[in-house]
């Protein structure tokens, strides 16, 4: 795939711009904002009365975007993505159609783990951070080996995964995974000083639940998705029928859409769970994205990106078939459908809970599953974190500073401000009042006349690391290469 690149100049202008600086404090503006040596030089208030009391000078720049009615935001992280390496999931050339749908949408960090492919996934981040790639940055999660049985295995692992490079750990723990082992890895990755701890996604067939998690890992652990956490709360096990098998995925993504159902029936003890995740420092990853299909088949695989960003080899990907994970609608029912939209109503209500009550939240998408691409499915997680009840000025934190600390960032964690990296996304429109407006295929809006229809929106650039990113040339790489291979 051939086509837009990172283009660094000595000094870029972003002007008379409004910006979200992700620390949870309301928009300003309008500022000019300096860019030189890949970082923020300056922020400079250009608004009436900072015009007319201080008069203060503008910024020259080798580039200047005239950014009049736009939103800049930090540049966005994906806190849970797999890149498709090793399959042809996204056809031939899968890594950079990922990435340039992750820039595009404003995204400028993902985390990624490698399925034994982190050797690869760590010279993408090293050619990423050297702009010599088209690509997001990457902080990489050390698959972990399923050989590991013990507890000294574990700390072994843990050696040769720091030895490798990694920033973390993903683990989906099988039934030999013990609290112990957790607890070892998670101090192997204190102790080896990986910035981005360990994510666990805690399978329903795993003896492990959140409270086993927590306790382990403390503030160096996350919590993947939507699983453990009702697990830890009911007094027993989930009411399966008897016939019910785990290893069968429509019975596995049936009957989970029941299972806040059965934890909202003690409601204190999730609570309580849940405090115990806030009190350790755990981080919750919810991912609420990744399932929507199961609330709406039909909306899921009929999303107006699919036909010009979704490359064929990934929709056949999407598509029911036995033998392939995350394929499973050969009998989706009604029934399961109105589950699964309650279960969004519970599962919403604690994520909430979770956020009031001091918890770390981070917004991933699990992409590429379930007819969720790259780029797009991350603002749609931004929209339901606000389905959940929480201020778009709250969510965008979550995506940006929130995900940075978790991943050890210092610098990227403090968002935009004066010496920090210049990592940020232009938006064609307010994102806090629409979220919608930073989706590649953008929004409808009426022009002045209020008769004529026009279609704007969109992130119109990208910013990572002082480099330029102009997203409808990504978007349009995207589309020529889904062309290409219909």
Same mark, same amino acid.
């Given at each position: 795939?051939?086509?837009?690149?990172?283009?660094?100049?000595?000094?870029?202008?972003?002007?008379? =711009?409004?910006?979200?600086?992700?620390?949870?404090?309301?928009?300003?503006?309008?500022?000019?904002?300096?860019?030189?040596?890949?970082?923020?030089?300056?922020?400079?208030?250009?608004?009436?009365?900072?015009?007319?009391?201080?008069?203060?000078?503008?910024?020259?720049?080798?580039? #200047?975007?005239?950014?009049?009615?736009?939103?800049?935001?930090?540049?966005?992280?994906?806190?849970?993505?797999?890149?498709?390496?090793?399959?042809?999931?996204?056809?031939?050339?899968?890594?950079?159609?990922?990435?340039?749908?992750?820039?595009?949408?404003?995204?400028?960090?993902?985390?990624?783990?490698?399925?034994?492919?982190?050797?690869?996934?760590?010279?993408?981040?090293?050619?990423?951070?050297?702009?010599?790639?088209?690509?997001?940055?990457?902080?990489?999660?050390?698959?972990?080996?399923?050989?590991?049985?013990?507890?000294?295995?574990?700390?072994?692992?843990?050696?040769?995964?720091?030895?490798?490079?990694?920033?973390?750990? @993903?683990?989906?723990?099988?039934?030999?995974?013990?609290?112990?082992?957790?607890?070892?890895?998670?101090?192997?990755?204190?102790?080896?000083?990986?910035?981005?701890?360990?994510?666990?996604?805690?399978?329903?067939?795993?003896?492990?639940?959140?409270?086993?998690?927590?306790?382990?890992?403390?503030?160096?652990?996350?919590?993947?998705?939507?699983?453990?956490?009702?697990?830890?709360?009911?007094?027993?096990?989930?009411?399966?029928?008897?016939?019910?098998?785990?290893?069968?995925?429509?019975?596995?993504?049936?009957?989970?859409?029941?299972?806040?159902?059965?934890?909202?029936?003690?409601?204190?003890?999730?609570?309580?769970?849940?405090?115990?995740?806030?009190?350790?420092?755990?981080?919750?990853?919810?991912?609420?994205?990744?399932?929507?299909?199961?609330?709406?088949?039909?909306?899921?695989?009929?999303?107006?990106?699919?036909?010009?960003?979704?490359?064929?080899?990934?929709?056949?990907?999407?598509?029911?078939?036995?033998?392939?994970?995350?394929?499973?609608?050969?009998?989706?029912?009604?029934?399961?459908?109105? =589950?699964?939209?309650?279960?969004?109503?519970?599962?919403?209500?604690?994520?909430?809970?979770?956020?009031?009550?001091?918890?770390?939240?981070?917004?991933?998408?699990?992409?590429?599953?379930?007819?969720?691409?790259?780029?797009?499915?991350?603002?749609?997680?931004?929209?339901?974190?606000?389905?959940?009840?929480?201020?778009?000025?709250?969510?965008?934190?979550?995506?940006?500073?929130?995900?940075?600390?978790?991943?050890?960032?210092?610098?990227?964690?403090?968002?935009?401000?004066?010496? #920090?990296?210049?990592?940020?996304?232009?938006?064609?429109?307010?994102?806090?009042?629409?979220?919608?407006?930073?989706?590649?295929?953008?929004?409808?809006?009426?022009?002045?006349?209020?008769?004529?229809?026009?279609?704007?929106?969109?992130?119109?650039?990208?910013? @990572?690391?002082?480099?330029?990113?102009?997203?409808?040339?990504?978007?349009?790489?995207?589309?020529?290469?889904?062309?290409?291979?219909?």
């Amino acid at each position: 795939m051939s086509g837009s690149k990172g283009v660094v100049y000595r000094r870029l202008v972003i002007r008379d =711009a409004m910006l979200v600086n992700g620390r949870g404090t309301p928009p300003y503006g309008p500022v000019d904002i300096l860019i030189e040596s890949g970082r923020v030089a300056e922020i400079v208030n250009v608004d009436a009365i900072s015009l007319n009391r201080y008069k203060p000078e503008r910024p020259e720049g080798d580039r #200047v975007i005239e950014a009049k009615g736009m939103y800049v935001l930090p540049g966005l992280v994906d806190m849970h993505v797999h890149i498709n390496i090793a399959d042809d999931k996204c056809g031939p050339e899968g890594p950079e159609y990922a990435y340039k749908l992750f820039l595009a949408h404003g995204v400028t960090t993902i985390r990624t783990c490698g399925f034994g492919t982190d050797e690869q996934l760590l010279e993408h981040k090293r050619l990423s951070a050297e702009n010599k790639i088209t690509a997001p940055n990457l902080a990489v999660l050390g698959s972990w080996p399923s050989e590991a049985h013990t507890v000294e295995e574990a700390r072994e692992a843990v050696k040769k995964l720091k030895e490798l490079g990694v920033d973390g750990i @993903k683990i989906i723990p099988r039934p030999h995974v013990t609290p112990e082992m957790l607890q070892v890895m998670a101090e192997g990755a204190r102790e080896a000083g990986l910035p981005a701890g360990v994510a666990i996604h805690i399978a329903q067939s795993s003896e492990l639940d959140a409270l086993d998690v927590t306790y382990a890992g403390l503030d160096k652990i996350s919590i993947e998705h939507t699983y453990g956490i009702p697990q830890a709360a009911l007094p027993g096990t989930q009411d399966f029928p008897p016939d019910y098998n785990y290893s069968d995925e429509v019975d596995r993504f049936r009957w989970d859409g029941y299972i806040w159902h059965e934890a909202d029936l003690y409601e204190d003890d999730v609570m309580g769970v849940l405090d115990t995740m806030i009190e350790n420092g755990t981080v919750w990853n919810p991912t609420m994205v990744v399932y929507e299909a199961h609330r709406d088949y039909e909306r899921a695989k009929n999303m107006p990106w699919h036909s010009r960003y979704t490359v064929r080899h990934l929709w056949e990907a999407f598509s029911p078939q036995p033998g392939r994970h995350a394929t499973h609608f050969f009998d989706w029912k009604t029934s399961d459908e109105i =589950a699964w939209k309650e279960k969004y109503q519970i599962w919403m209500r604690y994520v909430r809970y979770f956020f009031e009550n001091g918890g770390t939240l981070t917004a991933g998408s699990d992409t590429a599953f379930i007819y969720q691409i790259f780029g797009f499915a991350l603002i749609r997680e931004l929209e339901l974190f606000q389905e959940a009840g929480i201020h778009p000025i709250d969510v965008v934190k979550i995506a940006t500073t929130n995900a940075h600390t978790c991943l050890g960032d210092e610098e990227r964690s403090l968002g935009v401000m004066k010496g #920090v990296p210049a990592d940020l996304c232009i938006v064609d429109g307010n994102p806090l009042d629409n979220f919608k407006v930073m989706y590649g295929t953008g929004v409808d809006r009426y022009a002045e006349d209020g008769v004529t229809m026009t279609r704007g929106g969109g992130v119109r650039y990208t910013i @990572k690391g002082g480099a330029l990113f102009d997203c409808r040339e990504l978007l349009a790489d995207v589309e020529m290469y889904v062309n290409e291979h219909r």
